[in-house]
């Protein structure tokens, strides 16, 4: 059996190269001649599968290692009779923890107090949803907007209007990318949408970059000194444009999913997959990471104790992107940044020492999901 996989699929060797040929390339770089006579395809997002990639091969399943999958051409691979997988939902609390590693660091540095904040969530799927669910737990005014949940939803009090969730002080977005149907999400905040935001809104980007017009974007910064813009995704990624990073504060390379939990979820989900859909026996997990016990900090107040012990958790600023670059520099740095990135483990991860800080900070911090010791 031969295998082909991004190179930078966590794991990957680890878990599949028991399995056959297992052939490992840059996601971006693999090709039509590199599948003529492969069985399989494992990919990450950076990897468009389409007609012009799997047509003419001997590929039958294809696994992607993410959550989205708007880099799958589904129509195409249904056609040719190609079996795919992927894994949703298995970085989804990486890119809470990134909400809230945004917000500790827009807390030190722009002194935003984020708990007395009201966030508006577009998207309530495996993200959206489960930081709502740390929302209620710290006691936050949030309201919610998706138009494919129904009233029976168990956050249904809690589900507004679009126009409503954009007048929250904090909009983070969670959706997928899609360009059809009822409720298409491409440039699902437009220019006018853009301008109806508060002039002092944090507005957070972690889905998909194409869901925010970024060149309006660029032109309501402009006009809105004081708006304040989190983007972890970009259109044209890794092709940024240099005038829009030079005027969003916080800059990041996709990265909010990638913590290692999430990494690895996606990598077991796709190999459990591969092995049912190939009939193979399923040697079982990897070890996972173990627990680190976390001395606590202190600081001024509690939101900046708590948001000091969020950013020792996950320092947020290491993983942005450098400034002052030309196009090509950031496109470059872009994918080295993701491709090379560092090991990172999860809030939950972390037992906080109880008696470093004081206890009603403790279960705050155990509300936005670290442990006790």
């Not at 399995?19 to 390339?25: C, D, F, M, P, R």
């Not at 508006?120 to 489960?130: D, E, K, L, M, T």
């Not at 890794?238 to 990598?267: E, Q």
């Not at 940044?337 to 037992?351: H, P």
């Amino acid at each position: 059996m031969k295998i082909i996989a991004d190179q930078d699929i966590y794991q990957v060797e680890d878990y599949f190269s028991c399995l056959g040929e297992l052939v490992l390339l840059p996601g971006r770089e693999i090709s039509q001649q590199h599948l003529v006579d492969a069985d399989a395809l494992l990919v990450r997002t950076v990897t468009k599968v389409n007609q012009e990639l799997v047509g003419n091969t001997s590929v039958k399943f294809v696994g992607s290692a993410s959550s989205g999958f708007d880099h799958i051409d589904k129509p195409i691979l249904e056609e040719k009779g190609i079996h795919f997988e992927h894994a949703p939902g298995c970085n989804a609390n990486a890119v809470v923890d990134y909400f809230f590693a945004a917000l500790a660091w827009f807390n030190l540095h722009y002194q935003v107090d984020w708990q007395k904040k009201t966030v508006g969530i577009i998207g309530a799927g495996n993200v959206g949803s489960r930081l709502a669910a740390r929302l209620q737990k710290l006691g936050m005014d949030f309201s919610i907007y998706d138009p494919f949940l129904h009233s029976d939803h168990e956050l249904a009090p809690n589900f507004a209007s679009l126009e409503n969730v954009l007048q929250h002080d904090i909009i983070t977005l969670h959706t997928p990318l899609t360009y059809t149907g009822d409720h298409p999400t491409h440039h699902l905040l437009n220019r006018k949408r853009l301008a109806g935001l508060n002039n002092d809104a944090l507005l957070i980007n972690a889905c998909r970059g194409e869901v925010v017009d970024n060149q309006a974007l660029l032109e309501i910064l402009q006009e809105t000194p004081d708006l304040k813009v989190a983007l972890d995704v970009w259109e044209l990624e890794p092709g940024i444009n240099p005038s829009l990073l030079d005027k969003v504060h916080m800059v990041t390379p996709h990265i909010a999913g990638y913590s290692t939990n999430g990494k690895l979820n996606g990598t077991r989900k796709i190999f459990d997959d591969f092995c049912r859909f190939f009939s193979i026996a399923n040697k079982g997990d990897q070890d996972s990471p173990s627990r680190l016990l976390m001395q606590g900090e202190t600081g001024n107040t509690d939101i900046e104790t708590i948001s000091l012990n969020i950013l020792n958790a996950y320092p947020i600023e290491k993983d942005f992107i450098e400034r002052g670059q030309s196009p090509q520099q950031l496109a470059t740095s872009f994918d080295l940044m993701r491709n090379n990135y560092c090991f990172r483990r999860e809030f939950s991860d972390y037992a906080l020492a109880a008696n470093t800080i004081p206890f009603a900070i403790l279960e705050k911090l155990k509300q936005v999901g670290f442990q006790a010791s």
